[in-house]
């Protein structure tokens, strides 16, 4: 029976061992002196007072073991005891123990911050209140880009009110680009980016406001007050956390807008809804003005308790399809469908395979930290054998003795889970703050409890896997052999040899799946970065430009003109033009027909197209090729003239095999002159195949949602950013200082997945090949080590030096052969699972697993030319005279 | 000689402790292990390094205190005596020792009648 303030005392006990210690040894030595005057006092001598005392008192040690086993816990004691015996060994060994940590804070860094990445993605659940119940609706066959995964505002509406499988529809507006507000202060005006959020867009996620309060319905009609929520950095950062804010009135856009309220830190709209953008402000999306503009909300709904998915999506297939477009316009039809996605799925569904391949090639990269730690270990055995048969036979029990093992290991594995901590937290500070990866929720990675547990967890895994094979071989074994063994016999090494190789070979295969995974992730990559884009991403740049046409089109042309020959006059710009979309940016898309043709296109009066208002020169700026006809002119603009330029794709969907230029298309609801043709654009990524794209001039038929001016130049856009500012505030003071950004950024950005992985992967492999390397040259090198006398011989009977090197470097070849072989099997098997991340590359690409096999081959062969030299190096008559 | 004597059942030590600080007071460590020896009608097989066992054990379990102080002929030793929850605790373990003996007694002597003799 142990009681609680026993077991309390008992741990006290445990950490104030040396002071009981020296207590009870004085209370121990008062005991014996009074024994020994007792005795002295009945006559004895006194030496035999003294012996009759120890004898009574039986054994000053033994009395101290029980005083200790009594007074604190009895494993606890075994640990301190294994503990410091681990540290003193480690001690002695600190290069061991220096490379072993620094081995396993890779391989344990990398798996955390991996399965960080892993959690905040795939497994940890939205940050929203009961995040299941979310489910965002889009087309079913989204083919248009955004256009066709957004509703217009009756639909919505009709959609709202109709349905009884959601607690509640809402939306936002799906076109906003970045920096589409100013924010006048005290002194420049600066860019913001602000969203329109449709009637109870927060309350259905269940976003509460940290400071304030959410949009009231009032709010969200036509003539009501303005007003905004702030997100939280950027209250933090632009507005100085100021409480007081709530209530008060910003301007923004040159109207007084009141500000209700902060959204909370945790809420991250970019994270979740369009990776790599933040938001910086919410606005209400008022119905009433965007009842004619077509398809615009992106829509997010909650489920009702108790309704599932499937439910909910048979409803909306019945109820979707009736619903028309436009209730001013009939005419223009009904027949939306709707295909509902959990949230979450829609998120990061797309990601889960990446994600899992990426979480499979660091768990390679810890089984090969183990295997090498394993081998590093088994080279200790070696070493302690003899220490280890000592303890045996003074009567250590195996148990103790792979208990002591484990410690050592557990020391070793947890001190490099705590460095390796350290190193995930350092990599995920990066990944976090790095906006241009297009991943989401990525911002929103950090070490968690999870994160730790699971740290525990593989840090715990990977000590008792690399201590099982050198433990059950050390604790094992017969006695009298070790004990008797001199060391360097050759029979004994034969044995611990085979364990070792099939270690390395083992280590060898792994790092060859990683080498071949990556190789073909690399590969595709690759492939990707060489695709004709349609226009060139490098020497051109773009800014956001400010300006008040006051809705005059004649005006607003006017405007462009004097911007573009403006910003021409720069020393350096080459071309100048603008248009209100950039590729692989936000999209819109209108139809197209034929004119008079209309019926014929598979059913549809109009085929979906991606649509651009643009300037003269834009195409040129942008590095875009006409193959056919004409760029636009300031005459177009000027006289309003009704004129297309088409890519390739679209021109010979519309008038297959005939001349386009000339003919009439109605787009966007308007005839137009197709005046030109251009070589297709990668619209939406740069692995997409281009779809239908049009580019039209900036009159008052078609009405452009933002100014985005490229300029072409080859100096770089940092040196020509100030200029460019400088040129636009001549024109107009209000130009917010917006970021003058490198087309490429767009392309990196689309690419930035892709990138990501490979990165990462390529990463995992490169230190996979580290570590095999490290496996290779140590078994190798240790091997030539023990048979230094053997080699010796062989020498002096007449082996030249250069045998002796082949004979090592065959050694480490075979281990490297065999490995390999085993490898290009996995390899083949497991790349079929990545097939589908593969980009223009066959998951079996021959050049891959040559290029793969030639690297490892040619590692292989430095890890063991450098014991071979050695071994060649030896000197007959010193390696027979030593031992 | 040795094997004449009595092995200490488990947990009889720590009772002998306690009730001999009850009856005599503060005493130190030797003191209580003579005290015990010369009780026992030197029966009992005690090496008195063992008492310290007992002592930290009885601490801990806050039924004993110990205090350093001075002995008659001046050394300095450390001094246990009993505490409430001692004494309380000695209560209870008399009862269960008293009753233990008399079930004991009795079952012993059932044998002695029902037996061979």
């Known amino acids: 029976m142990i009681s609680l303030r026993q077991t309390f005392n008992r741990f006290r006990a445990f950490f104030r061992t040396d002071q009981l210690d020296s207590e009870v040894k004085d209370e121990m030595a008062a005991h014996l002196e009074m024994a020994v005057e007792e005795n002295l006092s009945r006559g004895m001598s006194a030496e035999e007072a003294r012996r009759q005392a120890l004898v009574r008192f039986g054994g000053v040690q033994q009395a101290l073991e029980r005083h200790r086993e009594s007074r604190t816990l009895p494993w606890v004691d075994v640990l301190r005891q294994d503990l410091r015996f681990t540290f003193r060994m480690l001690r002695r060994d600190s290069g061991f123990a220096v490379v072993a940590v620094l081995i396993l804070a890779l391989g344990i860094g990398a798996n955390i911050a991996v399965f960080s990445v892993v959690n905040t993605i795939l497994l940890r659940p939205l940050p929203f209140r009961d995040p299941q119940q979310l489910v965002r609706i889009v087309e079913k066959d989204p083919k248009a880009g955004e256009s066709s995964k957004t509703y217009t505002a009756d639909a919505t509406q009709d959609f709202q009110q109709q349905n009884h499988s959601f607690q509640s529809v809402s939306g936002y507006f799906a076109f906003s680009g970045p920096d589409n507000f100013k924010l006048i202060g005290n002194g420049q005006p600066t860019p913001a980016t602000g969203l329109l959020v449709a009637d109870g867009f927060f309350q259905t996620l269940g976003v509460e406001p940290s400071l304030g309060r959410l949009f ?20 933090k950062r632009r507005l100085a956390g100021d409480r007081s804010i709530v209530g008060s009135t910003i301007n923004l856009n040159n109207s007084s807008v009141t500000v209700i309220g902060v959204l909370p830190e945790t809420f991250d709209f970019g994270a979740v809804f369009s990776p790599g953008t933040k938001v910086d402000l919410f606005v209400p999306y008022i119905m009433d003005d965007f009842r004619d503009d077509g398809n615009d909300l992106a829509l997010v709904a909650r489920l009702k308790q108790g309704v599932t998915l499937a439910q909910a999506q048979s409803e909306t297939d019945q109820l979707l399809p009736q619903l028309y477009f436009e209730h001013k316009h009939p005419e223009y039809g009904k027949g939306y469908t709707g295909q509902l996605t959990g949230l979450k799925e829609y998120v990061s569904g797309k990601l889960r395979r990446s994600l899992i391949v990426l979480w499979c090639a660091v768990g390679l990269i810890l089984l090969i930290v183990c295997v090498n730690l394993s081998n590093l270990l088994l080279a200790r055995a070696a070493a302690r054998s003899k220490e280890f048969a000592m303890r045996r036979a003074l009567g250590a029990g195996r148990a103790r003795l792979v208990r002591q093992l484990l410690t050592e290991s557990l020391v070793l594995a947890g001190a490099g889970a705590v460095l390796g901590l350290g190193l995930a937290f350092a990599i995920l500070s990066y990944l976090a703050h790095q906006g241009s990866i297009g991943l989401p929720l990525l911002a929103m990675v950090r070490v968690d409890a999870t994160v730790l547990e699971w740290t525990l967890l593989i840090a715990i895994a990977a000590a008792v896997l690399f201590a099982a094979a050198p433990g059950l071989r050390m604790s094992s074994g017969n006695l009298q052999e070790v004990l008797k063994d001199s060391g360097q016999g050759l029979s004994e090494g034969r044995k611990h040899d085979r364990l070792r190789s099939t270690l390395v070979i083992t280590e060898i295969a792994l790092a060859c799946v990683l080498l071949v995974g990556a190789g073909l992730l690399l590969r595709s990559f690759l492939r990707v970065l060489d695709i004709d884009l349609g226009f060139e991403a490098s020497h051109a740049a773009a800014i956001s430009v400010d300006y008040d046409d006051g809705g005059n089109a004649a005006k607003r042309a006017a405007i462009w003109q004097e911007v573009t020959s403006r910003s021409l006059m720069i020393p350096g710009v080459e071309s100048a033009g603008i248009s209100d979309n950039l590729p692989m940016s936000r999209n819109r898309s209108w139809g197209i027909a034929a004119k008079g043709e209309q019926k ?42 009704a004129v297309v330029i088409l890519n390739q794709t679209v021109a010979h969907k519309l008038w297959p095999g005939q001349d386009p230029i000339g003919r009439t298309a109605v787009a966007g609801g308007t005839d137009a002159e197709v005046i030109g043709v251009i070589a297709d654009v990668r619209e939406t990524g740069a692995e997409d195949n281009p779809g239908a794209q049009m580019y039209l001039p900036g009159t008052k038929q078609w009405g452009p949602e933002g100014c985005y001016l490229v300029l072409r130049s080859k100096l770089p856009p940092t040196t020509l950013a100030a200029s460019v500012m400088h040129t636009l505030r001549n024109m107009n003071p209000g130009q917010p200082a917006t970021e003058f950004k490198p087309i490429q950024a767009l392309v990196d950005h689309a690419t930035s997945p892709r990138r990501f992985f490979v990165v990462l992967v390529g990463t995992f492999a490169c230190l996979g090949l580290l570590l095999a390397s490290l496996g290779i040259y140590g078994v190798i090198s240790y091997s030539v080590t023990r048979q230094t006398q053997e080699i010796g011989i062989r020498m002096a009977l007449g082996a030249t030096q250069w045998w002796v090197q082949f004979d090592v470097i065959w050694k480490t070849l075979r281990l490297a052969l065999i490995g390999v072989a085993v490898g290009i099997v996995a390899s083949l098997l497991l790349a079929r699972l990545i097939a589908s991340l593969l980009f223009q590359t066959a998951s079996s690409d021959p050049l891959t697993f040559v290029a793969m096999v030639a690297v490892l081959g040619a590692v292989a062969l430095v890890a063991g030319y450098l014991p071979a030299r050695r071994a060649s190096k030896i000197n007959p008559i010193v390696a027979l005279r030593t031992n | 000689m040795g094997q004449l004597k009595l092995d200490l059942l488990q ?20 003191g209580i292990a003579r005290r015990i020896e010369q009780v026992s009608g030197n029966e009992v097989l005690l090496n008195q390094g063992t008492i310290y066992a007992s002592l930290v054990r009885l601490q801990q379990r806050a039924w004993i205190n110990a205090k350093w102080g001075t002995s008659d002929n001046n050394r300095i030793a450390k001094f246990y005596s009993i505490t409430k929850l001692g004494q309380k605790q000695l209560m209870k373990d008399t009862a269960y020792w008293q009753r233990l003996a008399g079930v004991m007694r009795r079952v012993l002597a059932m044998q002695g009648e029902g037996g061979e003799r």
């Open chain 1, 216 to 235: 009231r319905p009032e709010e969200l009609v036509q003539h009501a007050q303005p007003a905004a929520l702030l997100s939280y950095p950027f209250w």
């Open chain 1, 600 to 641: 014929k296109l598979n059913g549809q009066d109009f085929l979906p197209i991606f649509v651009y208002i643009v300037s003269p020169g834009y195409l040129k700026a942008m590095g875009m090729r006409l193959v056919e006809g004409r760029d636009l002119t300031w005459n177009d603009l000027a006289n309003d003239r």
């Open chain 2, 11 to 30: 947990g009889t030590l720590d009772v002998m402790v306690l009730q001999t600080l009850h009856v005599l007071g503060p005493l130190h460590g030797y």
